[in-house]
């Protein structure tokens, strides 16, 4: 870089006010998005192995972008984050999700719950178990089919999310923690904090047929869950092979390619609910 002198600074600066600008645009026309209808939800149907029924979804937000077509939430919720507007966004996939549970429920669907994914912002938000009964209420759908996923790093601090926790849960609403395995938290909390769901990260997945670490970690969560009282569940599975490797450690709920990617509303009618097509 010094050999070039100027010319390689030029270089980087110009590549980072490139991308600097690209966020600064994405970030105003996020503002947007909204209001112009261009977020919606997939749907990740979730399995119970032992007989491939549906036992739940997870509702993953989309961002159809007028000019720069579905944009992934890795890209835009970091921006929906840093700039406040998460909450917004965020009480719009709440709502979304439990409208369409309830939309499917009353079609004859199966009585399955919605996951959906909760920023650390969103956990944090004052009045959070009040503004999603008033969500739950206005959509009519009981709290026992919405799951909220978290994850450990909200957990920091064990007195402020026990009593977060404790609200949503006496309310009846299920916790699931996303990423299990991938944070720092101690496990300490699992003992204590109303949690009914373990979902073991895709990363502890991915190379479990070969690597036999993977797979001791992947097997312990799994024990530990059964021994705590925690349902689990797998997700990122991709492959018989790995299906194979969880279904033999007593792992009974699947999420992942294998079975199905994340699909569109009107897809998963068609994949999964057969008696609604009326
Ligand atoms: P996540 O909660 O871990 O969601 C699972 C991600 O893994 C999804 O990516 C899903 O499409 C992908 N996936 C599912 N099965 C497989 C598989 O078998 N193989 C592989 N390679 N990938 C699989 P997606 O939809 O791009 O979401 C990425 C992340 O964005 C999510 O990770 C979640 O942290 C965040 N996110 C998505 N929707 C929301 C939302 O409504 N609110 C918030 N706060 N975050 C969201
Ligand atoms: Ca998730
Ligand atoms: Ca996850
Ligand atoms: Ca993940």
């Known amino acids: 870089v010094k050999k070039n002198g100027k010319n390689g600074y030029q270089f980087y600066t110009g590549q980072l006010n490139a991308q600097m600008k690209e966020k600064i645009e994405l970030e105003a026309d996020l503002r947007q998005a909204i209001q112009r209808n261009q977020i919606f939800l997939d749907y990740q149907p979730q399995i119970r192995a032992g007989d491939s029924q549906m036992i739940g979804v997870e509702a993953l937000v989309r961002w159809n972008h007028p000019t720069r077509g579905i944009i992934s939430p890795g890209v835009f919720i970091p921006i929906a984050e840093e700039t406040g507007m998460i909450y ?5 996939v709440l709502r979304e999700a439990c409208r369409q549970m309830k939309e499917w429920h009353n079609a004859g669907g199966p009585l399955i719950p919605v996951s959906v994914n909760l920023s650390s912002q969103q956990f944090h938000q004052s009045h959070l178990t009040e503004h999603i009964k008033g969500i739950l209420k206005e959509v009519d759908l009981q709290p026992q089919y919405l799951e909220l996923e978290i994850t450990e790093s909200m957990m920091m601090d ?18 699931s923690l996303d990423d299990f395995g991938t944070g720092y938290s101690s496990l300490s909390y699992l003992k204590n904090l109303p949690i009914h769901k373990l979902k073991i990260d895709r990363s502890f997945i991915r190379d479990i047929t070969v690597d ?6 992947v097997a312990t969560i799994i024990s530990m869950a059964q021994h705590l009282n925690l ?23 699947i999420q992942g390619y294998y079975y199905s990617r994340p699909l569109s509303a009107d897809e998963v009618e068609e994949a999964f609910f057969a008696p609604l097509r009326i």
């Open 158 to 175: 064990a007195a402020v999310s026990s009593s977060i926790l404790h609200k949503l849960t006496e309310h009846g609403i299920r916790i």
């Open 88 to 92: 917004e966004l965020g009480t719009w």
């Open 212 to 217: 036999q670490n993977d797979k001791a970690i």
């Open 231 to 253: 349902d689990v569940i797998a997700e990122g599975i991709e492959t018989k092979e790995q299906l194979e490797i969880l279904m033999k450690n007593d792992c009974k709920e």
